[in-house]
T-cell receptor, first 112, second 114 residues
Framework: DGGITQSPKYLFRKEGQNVTLSCEQNLNHDAMYWYRQDPGQGLRLIYYSQIVNDFQKGDIAEGYSVSREKKESFPLTVTSAQKNPTAFYLC???????????FGSGTQLSVL | SQQGEEDPQALSIQEGENATMNCSYKTSINNLQWYRQNSGRGLVHLILIRSNEREKHSGRLRVTLDTSKKSSSLLITASRAADTASYFCATDVPLKTSYDKVIFGPGTSLSVIP
């Protein structure tokens, strides 16, 4: 089945630790996105990428980093510089600009 | 500030009634999309309407777009308890580069009471 997979489903971070959230898609989509969702809130754009080896900052990129070395993979690292990382993180992909997004099932990140 | 804002923030209706949610946005767009999210899950795409379209239907869903007012509405007819979820509008904002951003509003929480 084609789809977009996020892992892990739950992740815990200690103080000063960097953690990486995985996002993989087998839809052959060019565009990939990372969003953060806080309880009862909408989605805020962290990073997005339209092609391999290129990506752009979204509205809340500080404290996060990404890479796009392969078309199917767009991992997100939450660095120690992100002081309030507890949130639900959603990855999405699209065939290109102006097309609908396909979402993964999300990763809940919490701080120990 | 948000590109898109849904209204109302929360809506509670009886099963069988219609539910209407509105979305307003600030800048010009290529298209507007509506998504649904069940609690703790990813978002599911419902419908996409392009900037040159005024109305679109999909099953029990009807979406309108008024680019002069920078607003859209989502109508769910004959609601069911299974429609209980959060609904988000998303706008595709064109940029000067080849990139474009998809920006989501804060959402409307819909409760359909059996």
């Amino acid at each position: 089945d084609g789809g977009i997979t996020q892992s892990p489903k739950y992740l815990f971070r200690k103080e000063g630790q960097n953690v990486t959230l995985s996002c993989e898609q087998n839809l052959n989509h060019d565009a990939m996105y990372w969003y953060r969702q806080d309880p009862g809130q909408g989605l805020r754009l962290i990073y997005y990428s339209q092609i391999v080896n290129d990506f752009q900052k979204g509205d809340i990129a500080e404290g996060y980093s990404v890479s796009r070395e392969k078309k199917e993979s767009f991992p997100l690292t939450v660095t120690s510089a992100q002081k309030n990382p507890t949130a639900f993180y959603l990855c999405a992909s699209a065939a290109g600009g102006w097309e609908k997004l396909f979402f993964g099932s999300g990763t809940q990140l919490s701080v120990l | 500030s948000q590109q898109g804002e849904e209204d109302p923030q929360a809506l509670s209706i009886q099963e069988g009634e219609n539910a209407t949610m509105n979305c307003s946005y600030k800048t010009s767009i290529n298209n507007l999309q509506w998504y649904r999210q069940n609690s703790g899950r990813g978002l599911v795409h419902l419908i996409l309407i392009r900037s040159n379209e005024r109305e679109k239907h999909s099953g029990r869903l009807r979406v309108t777009l008024d680019t002069s007012k920078k607003s859209s509405s989502l109508l769910i007819t004959a609601s069911r308890a299974a429609d209980t979820a959060s609904y988000f509008c998303a706008t595709d904002v064109p940029l000067k580069t080849s990139y474009d951003k998809v920006i989501f509003g804060p959402g409307t929480s819909l409760s359909v009471i059996p």
